[in-house]
């Protein structure tokens, strides 16, 4: 059964660039056809989709974040990653790493989220 | 502001039924059947509950329905539960550049 773990600091300065990482565990992921997504949720606050990168490493980006985002896949580790640049406190949440298969409309595999907060 | 817009909150006793919706527009809800529900207890992450407008993974209950009319999506649950109380959240594809939107999620509270 496949599992997604995030990893990365937990505290990152204003102006500085958040980085995340997914990794994937109990399959590979470059197996299948997978949309592998990024999606954060502030505190008390609703889900917000980041982007995602397809299995052959071909991306997609949420226009309000798209000029400061970027994910890339690393195939010989299992993992993929979110970076976010210029961050600022309102970028502030709880990251979630998440799998959807290109044929099913769902996000099946979620990560258990990590928590990032910008501050000095 | 959310592009989907879900009621902030719904309640219902053990054994009841209760329905949240969540509207969107001809672009994203009503142009598709691209909508899947997801449940988040306090905490946690996210679960999916409904796919493609009706559809359940493996392993949710049958208690758990979704369907769609026009521009609006409904998660229906009926035979309420303790274990229920939860963050709804629903999702779909749009047409526009952002590709997924979210609704602002549903607290279902129960009594």
């Not at chain 2, 209760?18 to 142009?31: K, Q």
């Not at chain 2, 209950?61 to 009926?78: H, V």
């Amino acid at each position: 059964q496949v599992q997604l773990q995030e990893s990365g600091p937990g505290l990152v300065k204003p102006s500085q660039t958040l980085s995340l990482t997914c990794t994937v565990s109990g399959g590979s992921i470059s197996s299948g056809s997978y949309y592998w997504s990024w999606i954060r949720q502030p505190a008390g606050k609703g889900l917000e989709w980041i982007g995602r990168i397809y299995t052959s490493g071909s991306t997609n980006y949420n226009p309000s974040l798209k000029s400061r985002v970027t994910i890339s896949v690393d195939t010989s580790k299992n993992q993929f990653s979110l970076k976010l640049s210029s961050v600022t406190a309102a970028d502030t949440a709880v990251y979630y790493c998440a799998r959807r298969h290109t044929a099913i409309y769902g996000m099946d595999v979620w990560g258990q989220g990590t928590t990032v907060t910008v501050s000095s | 502001q959310s592009a989907l817009t879900q009621p902030a909150s719904v309640s219902g006793s053990p054994g009841q039924s209760i329905t949240i919706s969540c509207t969107g527009t001809s672009s994203d809800v009503g142009g598709y059947n691209y909508v899947s529900w997801y449940q988040q207890h306090p905490g946690k992450a996210p679960k999916l509950m409904i796919y493609e407008v009706s559809n359940r993974p493996s392993g949710v209950p049958d208690r758990f329905s979704g369907s769609k009319s026009g521009n609006t999506a409904s998660l229906t649950i009926s035979g309420l539960q303790a274990e229920d109380e939860a963050d709804y959240y629903c999702s779909s594809y749009t047409s526009s550049s952002t590709l997924e939107v979210f609704g602002g999620g549903t607290k279902l509270t129960v009594l």
